[in-house]
C-alpha cells in the first residue's frame, strides 16, 4: 500500500494514512504531510494483515489536520473506510446520525460515510444459517456488509470513490464509484483497488474499470461487481499498455523536465498510422463518424479546463482557419452549468489528458443529455470520459506524472492540427495543399528535437530573471493560447504571478504593470501579424520593460528590440504553436528551480482535480 500511494505522490495532497485489519480489528496510522512520514509511523506498528485501505487527502471539507487524514472509523469502531469525492449531502446525514448515537472525531464529509455504513450494518440481520446438506450460499447474497454499503450510497448526493472495510467482515473489501474513479487490479493471489493505475501496474497489468454505480466486492476467493440496484456485471479485464518503468523518473531530476524531453517520442506516437495512405489527410479510426456525418456538422463546441483549456483555443484558430468551421470554446466549468444554446449540429469535443477532470466529464454528460455526439481526446486510456464518450482520439502520450501538464499539451496541439486537416480535406483543402500540411506534420518530433536544444540558453535566461515576481505573456491568433499557457506554467510551479495576453491587448491596460521589474516574454509570429507584435514590443521597450523573444529562425527582429531571443525552427503554420510552447516550459521550469520551488509537487495543486 505504502508503494501504492508513493506512486500517487504525483497528484498532489496534504496527508497520507493506511488501515490493516489485523488481530480482530483495525491498526489504522495517518499523518499530515508525505508518504514517507507515514512510512516511518506504519513500521512502528508491526502491520501483520493482508487486507488494508490507504489514501492520500486533497483537503475540500476541513483543514489539513492528522484527524482529517483518511481512513476514518465509524464510531462504534465497526467500520473504516477511505474516500475520494465530495459527499454534498453531508450535513443532514451527520445530524440524522447524531440522533442515532453515533459520534464524529473528524471536520470531514467522508466521517459520515464511514457511520451510515455501521448504522446499516448493525440494522442488517445476519444471514440465515443454510440448511443441513445445503450448499452454502453466494458470498454475495449474504453480504451483510455489502449490502450495507449499498443501502448507505443510496442515501448520497455528491462522488465518491470508496474502498471499506469492517473488522467484523475481515475477508471482504467492498468498494464502489460515482463520478471519481476506481479501478480493480487482477494480481496474482491478489486483488489491488486503486483510483489510478499507475498504483497498481508495478503488481499488474490486468485491471477492470469500474463504472459509475458499480460496486466491487472482493473476497478471498475473488471478486464480483454489481450495480447499487443490485444487478450484476460481468467484468471486463483490460490490459494496461504501458509498464512501471515509463512512470518512473531514470536518470531526470523531475518529471517535469523528463516530459518535456519526452515531446518529440509523444509527437510521434500522435502520429503514428494516422495519415492516409496517399499522404494528403489524417485518419481518426475512433471517431465513429463518417464524412457524410461531418459534412453536416456546422459548429465545433470544444471544452476542458486548464491547460487543455488552451488547446481548445489553438483547436479553434486551427479549425476555422483551414476547414472554415466555427468553433466554441467554453471552460468546462461553465459550460456545465451556462444552459448555452447550441447548433442542432453541432459536434462536442472534450480535452483531457486524465479523463477524470469532473468538470469536463460534467459537461460532457451535460452535452450528451441534450442529445450532442460528444467525443473525447484524451491520454488515460480507459477513462471515464475516454469511456462515456461516443468515440474520440487518444494522445499515447504515455504516462504523464509531473502536475504541470508539457507533452500532454503539445500532443493535444498536433491532435488539433490533424484534425483541422481531416476536416479540412472533407470540405475545401485541396490535394496539394494536404500533401503541404502533412509533410509539416511529420516534421514535428525533429523539429521538437531541435527546439529542445534551447535548454542551456533558457537555463542562463531563467537564473537571470528569476527575480523578477511579475511577468507578461503576450502573442496573437493562434499563439496567444501558448501566451496563457507560457503564464500558467510559471504561476503554477514558481509561484510568480503572470498574465498571459493578446499581444495588442496589451496597450488596453496591462501596459500599466510595464517596469523594469516586469519582463513581457513575446511570442513571435511570421507572416502578416509580425510587424504588428513588433510594434508592440516597440511599446514595452518605451517604458524600459525587458523583452524575452520566442521568434522563427527565419524572422529578422530589429537590432536591441529584445533583451533575449529565443530562435525556434521555421515550420508549418500550423505547427508553430508547439514549437513556441516547448521555451515556456523549460523557461518556467528553470525559473521554478532556480528560486528552489518543487518543481513535481507544486504547492495546492493536484494532478487530476475530481472534485468539483
Ligand atoms: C496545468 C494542468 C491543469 C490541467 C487541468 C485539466 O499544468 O495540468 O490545468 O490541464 O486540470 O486536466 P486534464 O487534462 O487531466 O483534464
Given at each position: 500500500m505504502l508503494e501504492g500511494l508513493k506512486r500517487l505522490e504525483y497528484r498532489g495532497y496534504d496527508s497520507a494514512g493506511l488501515a490493516v485489519l489485523q488481530d480482530g480489528g483495525v491498526t489504522n496510522v495517518k499523518s499530515v504531510g508525505r508518504v514517507a512520514n507515514l512510512a516511518k509511523l506504519a513500521s512502528g506498528k508491526n502491520l501483520t494483515g493482508t487486507t488494508g485501505i490507504s489514501h492520500t487527502r486533497w483537503a475540500t471539507h476541513g483543514g489539513v489536520t492528522d484527524a482529517n487524514a483518511h481512513p476514518h472509523v465509524s464510531s462504534d469502531g465497526q467500520v473504516v473506510l477511505v474516500h475520494n469525492g465530495v459527499i454534498e449531502n453531508y450535513v443532514a446525514i451527520k445530524k440524522f446520525l447524531l440522533t442515532k448515537g453515533y459520534t464524529f472525531a473528524s471536520e470531514t464529509d467522508t466521517e459520515v460515510l464511514a457511520n451510515l455504513i455501521a448504522y446499516h450494518l448493525a440494522k442488517e440481520p445476519a444471514a440465515p444459517a443454510p440448511a443441513p446438506g445445503a450448499s452454502a450460499p453466494m458470498a454475495d447474497a449474504s453480504s451483510r456488509f455489502l449490502t450495507a454499503v449499498r443501502k448507505t450510497l443510496l442515501h448520497v448526493e455528491g462522488t465518491y470513490g470508496i474502498a471499506v472495510l469492517s473488522p467484523a467482515h475481515p475477508g471482504e473489501l467492498v468498494a464502489a464509484r460515482k463520478g471519481s474513479p476506481l479501478i480493480l487490479g487482477v494480481g496474482e493471489n491478489e486483488h489491488l483497488i486503486a483510483s489510478d493505475v499507475s498504483a497498481l501496474v508495478s503488481r499488474t497489468q490486468n485491471v477492470v474499470y469500474l463504472k459509475d454505480g458499480e460496486l466491487v466486492h472482493v473476497t478471498g476467493s475473488g471478486f464480483t461487481l454489481s450495480t447499487l440496484d443490485l444487478a450484476d456485471v460481468s467484468p471486463v479485464i483490460d490490459q494496461v499498455t504501458w509498464s512501471v518503468e515509463d512512470a518512473e523518473l531514470g536518470e531526470h531530476p523531475h518529471y517535469m523536465l523528463k516530459e518535456i524531453f519526452e515531446q518529440p517520442q509523444a509527437l510521434e506516437n500522435a502520429m503514428r498510422g494516422r495519415f492516409s495512405a496517399d499522404g494528403s489527410t489524417a485518419n481518426f479510426g475512433g471517431l465513429n463518424l463518417t464524412p457524410a456525418d461531418f459534412r453536416i456538422i456546422d459548429r465545433f463546441v470544444f471544452t476542458s479546463c486548464g491547460t487543455g483549456w488552451h488547446a481548445c483555443l489553438v483547436a479553434e484558430h486551427l479549425i476555422e482557419r483551414y476547414a472554415r468551421i466555427p468553433v466554441e470554446v467554453d471552460y468546462a466549468s461553465e459550460f456545465r452549468y451556462r444552459n448555452a444554446p447550441l447548433d442542432r449540429d453541432a459536434l462536442f469535443f472534450v480535452i483531457s489528458q486524465s479523463g477524470e477532470t469532473i468538470d469536463t466529464l460534467a459537461a460532457l454528460r451535460e452535452a450528451k443529455r441534450k442529445g450532442y455526439k460528444c467525443m473525447a481526446i484524451c491520454n488515460v486510456v480507459g477513462s471515464t470520459i475516454a469511456r462515456e464518450s461516443d468515440g474520440g482520439i487518444y494522445q499515447h502520450a504515455g504516462p504523464e506524472i509531473g502536475v504541470a501538464s508539457t507533452k500532454a499539451f503539445t500532443s493535444q496541439l498536433l491532435i488539433a492540427a490533424m484534425f483541422a486537416l481531416y476536416v479540412a480535406r472533407m470540405r475545401d483543402m485541396s490535394f496539394s495543399e494536404g500533401v503541404e500540411f502533412v509533410k509539416g506534420l511529420k516534421q514535428v518530433p525533429d523539429l521538437a528535437a531541435r527546439t529542445l536544444k534551447l535548454a542551456p540558453q533558457i537555463e542562463d535566461i531563467a537564473k537571470r530573471y528569476s527575480k523578477f515576481n511579475d511577468f507578461l505573456f503576450l502573442g496573437r491568433l493562434d499563439l496567444f493560447p501558448i501566451a496563457l499557457e507560457g503564464a500558467l506554467k510559471l504561476k503554477e510551479i514558481s509561484y510568480i504571478h503572470a498574465e498571459g495576453y493578446p499581444a495588442a491587448e496589451?496597450?488596453?491596460?496591462?501596459?500599466?504593470?510595464?517596469?523594469?521589474e516586469c519582463p513581457s516574454v513575446f511570442l513571435v509570429p511570421k507572416g502578416e501579424l509580425f510587424n504588428k507584435v513588433v510594434s508592440s514590443m516597440q511599446e514595452i521597450k518605451a517604458r524600459k520593460g525587458l523583452i524575452i523573444a520566442i521568434a522563427p529562425e527565419s524572422v529578422e527582429l530589429p537590432e536591441g528590440l529584445a533583451d533575449e531571443t529565443l530562435r525556434i525552427p521555421d515550420c508549418h503554420d500550423a505547427v508553430l504553436p508547439i514549437l513556441a510552447t516547448i521555451p515556456v516550459q523549460l523557461l518556467s521550469y528553470h525559473i521554478a528551480l532556480a528560486r528552489g520551488c518543487d518543481v513535481d509537487k507544486p504547492r495546492n495543486l493536484a494532478k487530476s482535480v475530481t472534485v468539483e
Open positions: 496589451m496597450k488596453h491596460g496591462p501596459i500599466a504593470l510595464i517596469s523594469e
